[in-house]
């Protein structure tokens, strides 16, 4: 139970990196690019594979460095996200 809460509160610090990264994708989503979203979720979920083997087997941080390799690919696709949309908006 104390690794489920360590994983609990990490993600839960990083829930605005999760707003953030769901936000922009819905709005994409919206204006009919649905494969754009997709990409961004694609590499984000092999990011997170990637820091999880970094953090847990590399570093040795266990539970919580597998929350935290978790916020980290969720934040740096929502900023890749949020840049491609404004770029693509302004585009328009």
């Known amino acids: 139970m104390p690794d489920a809460l360590t994983y609990m509160y990490i993600f839960m610090g990083g ?7 769901f ?4 709005i994409l989503r919206a204006l009919g690019d649905s494969k754009t979203p997709l990409i961004f979720l694609v590499f984000c979920s092999l990011l ?7 953090f847990v087997v ?14 980290l ?3 740096i696709a929502a900023i890749l996200c949020i840049i491609y949309a404004f770029v693509k908006v302004n585009k328009s």
């Open 48 to 54: 997170n594979i990637v820091l999880d083997l970094l």
């Open 73 to 75: 690919s969720e934040t």
């Open 15 to 21: 829930l605005i990196a999760v707003a953030a990264y």
């Open 58 to 71: 590399v570093l040795k941080t266990g539970v919580a460095g597998a929350a935290f390799a978790t916020v």
């Open 23 to 26: 936000t922009p994708f819905s």
